[in-house]
């Protein structure tokens, strides 16, 4: 994710590619995404996710290009790390079945031929019999063959059989690919070059009683110098009081135990170093050089500079400032009992997190399914017996209607031809019918209780999951600032010299 939550989302595009360009490209970029799996802990939750659209001719079924076997191995492996693998074609043979009897989940849409039904029918044979599940190849066959428009058929192989759904009707201009400078335009631009104007000997900032001087000044012995090279002419070298050194940072309870490295440059004045001022200093980056430009003035370094006892009041309180001042911050959550590594800001520790707090969730949810089963199946059997229930009262009461028409016929019939007739079977019969019409009622009664307390249950565990997603969404978890600093005793002191820069050039 990205530090605002988003997913990170990478497109590229082979379009403007020829055949053995995008062959080199693909391969390259499954191998790489091979390597960087096998770097990655293992993990049940969905650390990402690889869509490939139009995968013909990258994952053929006879022949094998040099895309099929990393595309192999991320079809075998990649679930375990947490990758996910999508494979799109609008044609089933361009696909290798024996490759993807490795995948879960199949989604099928209208096939044109019967050549690709039966092609499909042997994958999906195949995937499902790898998992041990019963495969009802005519039942396939018939949901294929009367798929109509936007219907599509799910088969997975961890759900109890295939299931269909349609999609949404979607609008598509149906513009085709982008060119080259189009993809140019949708780019965002990068950041603008900043250059700085060059110093002159007329722009020199006087401070203090530091003033141009024509010539070099002469360090004591045993006080490195060093020099910032730079292309601008008429340089003007202002000094720097440089120093390296390494510290050690230890905690215990936090499981820390990093050794990081220093390397600043403060402003030398007149007064004592203000270390809180000094900034980061990277030798590589800023060529530094044992010799200064050739032309190059200086400013004077004030008398204290030049005196023993004044590198070691330096190199004193630059210990100081690394152990008061430099503390390696960390982030703790409590939740998810862990912490962030040394160097890593709060954003980059929630990205991380994201992962720990997916299987987190998933194992709660997990958990909660199956503290809720046994409810469920008790709920689920008493709705099935209310429904039985209701069936068989329903067909009794339409029974005992039956029976009570046919009482009341035949007594008619009976007068009418002159026989004595007895109303008491009628009134019996009547009698039945009312009592059996409550019982239907007693039934329903019934039944729209347990659905009602299966609604409730139900309900119950929505909320439940809803909790869980709250507790374990990484951007709501509360973080501790935990500062650890180190003793005098774990900071060593590496380089202490002076180090001239070009008076105005830029230091982060």
Known sequence: QSPSGKPRLSVLSLAHLGDAERMFFVTTLLGEVVAWMRGQPGTSSLRGLLYMDEIFGFFP???????????????????????????????????????????????????????????????????????????????????????????????????????????????????????????????????????????????????????????????????PEFFVTTNVSHVVYEPHVFASGRVRYVNAKLGINELQSFALTVQLHDEALVWHEAVPFDPVSQSLEKQPEEGAVFLSLPPDALRPATHKTWQKDFVDHLVHERPMVVYRCAELKTNSKAGEDESSFRTRMALTARQWRDQMLSDLHAKYADKFARAQDRVRRADDRVEREEMEANQQGLDAAFSVGAQVLGALMGRRVSAGRAVRSASRGARQRQDVQAAAGERQAAQAALAALNQELTEKMRDVESKTDVQQMDLERVEVRPKKADVSVGVLGIVWQPQGTARS
Not at 74 to 80: F, H
């Open 61 to 223: 079924p006879n022949a094998m290009p040099p895309s099929k076997r990393p595309m192999l191995t991320l079809l075998k492996q990649a679930r375990a790390f947490g990758l996910g693998v999508v494979l799109s074609t609008q044609n089933p043979v361009d696909l290798d079945y024996k490759g993807l009897s490795n995948t879960g989940t199949w989604f099928i849409g209208r096939l044109q031929t019967e050549r690709d039904k039966l092609r499909l029918l042997d994958g999906l044979e195949s995937a499902v019999a790898s998992s041990g599940q019963a495969f009802d190849r005519g039942q396939l066959d018939r949901l294929l063959s009367g798929l109509g428009k936007r219907v599509f058929l799910m088969n997975n192989v961890h759900a109890e059989g295939p299931t269909l759904f349609q999609t949404r009707w979607t609008l598509s201009y149906m513009r085709g690919p982008l060119s080259r400078e189009e993809m140019q335009r949708l780019s965002p631009p990068g950041p603008p070059q900043v250059v700085a104007a060059p110093a002159t000997p007329a722009a020199v900032r006087t401070q203090s009683t530091l003033v141009t001087a024509a010539a070099r000044p002469v360090l004591p012995a045993g006080l």
